[in-house]
C-alpha cells in the first residue's frame, strides 16, 4: 500500500510545492518572461501548480502596478500644481495692470506675492521632474513591460513578425 501524505490547507498556504524552483523564482521576484522557453514552460508549470508561488508572483506584480501607478499620480499632481500655480501667477499680474474689481484693502489681502508663487512654481516642476525620475526608476526596477512585450510578441502572427523584420532590415 502506498503511503500518501496528504497537505492541508494551511500548510499549502505557507509552503512551496518544490522549494529549489521556488527559491529560484523568489529570486527573480517570480518574473519568468526572459527566460528560455524550455525554462520558462518548467516554472510555469511549477506556478500552475503551486499555489505559494502563485500568490506570491500575484503580490508582487500588484507592488509593481501600484508603484506605477503612485508615481503616475504624484507626476500628475505636481503637474497640476505646476500649471496653477503658473496660472495663477498670470492671472495676478493681469488684474494689477488693468481693472480692479476690489477695493484695494480687499485685493491686497486676496493677493499672493509673487515670491511665494515663484518659489512655489518651482518646487511643483521639481515634484514633476522628481515624479517622472521615479516612474522611470520603477518602469525598469519591475518586469511588467517585459511582460507586456511578450505578450504581444506572442500574438503577433508569424508572418507579421517576418515581415516587420524585413521591413526593419
Not at 497640476?80 to 495676478?92: F, G, Q, Y
Amino acid at each position: 500500500m502506498a503511503n500518501y501524505s496528504h497537505r492541508s490547507g494551511a500548510s499549502d498556504k505557507t509552503s512551496c510545492t518544490d522549494p529549489v524552483v521556488g527559491a529560484i523564482l523568489s529570486g527573480w521576484r517570480y518574473d519568468i518572461t526572459g527566460n528560455s522557453p524550455d525554462l520558462r514552460l518548467d516554472y510555469e508549470a511549477h506556478l500552475s501548480e503551486c499555489g505559494h508561488c502563485r500568490r506570491r508572483q500575484r503580490i508582487h506584480r500588484t507592488v509593481d502596478v501600484l508603484l506605477l501607478a503612485a508615481t503616475s499620480l504624484s507626476f500628475a499632481a505636481f503637474l497640476l500644481a505646476a500649471l496653477v500655480m503658473h496660472r495663477l501667477e498670470a492671472v495676478s499680474h493681469i488684474t494689477n495692470v488693468h481693472v480692479h474689481l476690489h477695493p484695494d484693502n480687499v485685493a491686497a489681502l486676496a493677493r499672493i506675492p509673487d515670491s511665494i508663487t515663484i518659489g512655489l512654481e518651482t518646487v511643483a516642476v521639481a515634484g514633476v521632474i522628481v515624479s517622472m525620475l521615479l516612474w522611470v526608476l520603477v518602469a525598469m526596477a519591475t518586469p511588467i513591460f517585459g511582460m507586456i512585450t511578450a505578450t504581444v510578441r506572442e500574438r503577433i502572427a508569424p508572418e507579421l513578425r517576418d515581415r516587420l523584420r524585413k521591413q526593419v532590415a
